[in-house]
């Protein structure tokens, strides 16, 4: 490293010399600084008050000099010190630029690396259960429609021919809207129950013929336990034609069944009531698990209760009679299922809950 020499000779060419060597090992120790802090003890070391090179020098050289060299030495201290000066803060600046230029590089995008993969969840069960049955029907030439899942009393109830008393319009058992007691009773809100009401909608906009499936949420007033859920799930059907008959509806249905749970599998149709239907039926699938033997899945029956369904309902015609549809005329049928109930048996699932938890160790099943 670099120290100030003492001074002999004054002569030019000497101190040209000493001021030459001095500014090689200003050279060398300038191209040596890699970091902020190897700048920091250059410039310490070269322009320090106390003891710095340029102090060293003008103690040695320049208080040193005899009388009639001063002159020229203070004129080449002069310089040397501006030269020094100059080079220390290029020094500086060169290791500015050569951080941000390491930094960049950090940053500059390779586009040749893999790309940051995401998991793409997948379709959740009760979702996809329901896109199958609608599937099914659309295959048969059924096309699809949806509805509110908040819905007037008159959609719900009053339209699908449900007396004033019914049970099903009691708070018990329906969740209605707050503070709607000054609306007629007809117009007043609650989340729909079914998807019952669609029929209704589907009928007032569009004249027969009709071939239409509604999948959707439906709300009930009912505690959550191992097979109901106060929220679930229903794809609704309706068919509306000339000469529609029961017949037609079994075929449909049978048909449908078939096609969700396997050829094997059979239907029959158990006398039932629905205020919208008549007659009603409910419909029974042979138990999927032990083909109709009877287990403990079918309650040893070798049946298992799937949807409500049957004719429509003179009565309900008569909402939408102006609309082309004169009982005279025209007949239909109309189903309903719940899609949880379907998924339920198709996958196994043990309890309703697990569809609503969001648990991927459950929902990662069905990737
Ligand atoms: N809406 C009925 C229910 O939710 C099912 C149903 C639909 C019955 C259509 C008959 C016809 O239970």
Partial sequence: MYTVPKLEDYSPEALDRAVAELFSALDAESR???????????????LARKN????????????????????????????????????????????????????????????????????????????????????????????????????????????????????????????????????????????????????IRTMEQQPPPVRIVIPGKVHR??????????????????AVDTNITFCDLKGTLDHAMKALFGSSVKTRFYPSFFPFTEPSADMQVSCIFCGGKGCRKCKFSGWIELL????????????????????????????????????ILKYEVEEIQLFYEGDVRFLEQFA
């Fill in 221 to 238: 007033n009912d505690p959550l336990d191992a097979t109901h859920s106060p929220v679930f799930h229903q794809v609704e059907g309706l």
């Fill in 52 to 199: 710095g090179v340029l102090t060293q020098i003008n103690d040695t050289w320049l208080k040193a000099a005899p009388g009639p060299a001063k002159r020229e030495v203070g004129r080449r201290v002069n310089e040397l010190k501006a030269r020094t000066e100059a080079a220390i803060e290029a020094a500086q600046d060169k290791i500015h630029a050569s951080a941000s230029s390491t930094k960049l590089a950090a940053d500059r995008l390779d586009i040749t690396l893999p790309g940051i993969q995401r998991p793409i969840g997948v379709k959740h069960p009760v979702l996809r259960v329901m896109d199958e049955i609608v599937a099914v029907f659309k295959a048969m030439g059924y096309s699809v429609g949806e509805g509110p899942e908040v819905e007037t009393d008159y959609y719900n109830f009053e339209s699908l021919n449900f007396p004033p008393n019914h049970p099903a319009r009691d708070t018990q058992d329906t969740l209605f809207i707050a503070d709607q007691e000054s609306k007629p009773a007809r117009d007043r809100l609650l989340l729909r129950t079914h998807t019952s009401p669609v029929q």
């Fill in 32 to 46: 040596d600084l890699h970091s902020e802090s190897d700048w920091k003890a250059f410039h310490d070391r070269w």
């Fill in 308 to 343: 409500g369904c049957g004719m429509v309902d003179p009565n309900v015609f008569d909402f939408v009679k102006q609309n082309g549809y004169d009982s005279s005329k025209i007949s239909g049928f109309a189903f309903g299922m719940g899609v949880e109930r379907i998924a």
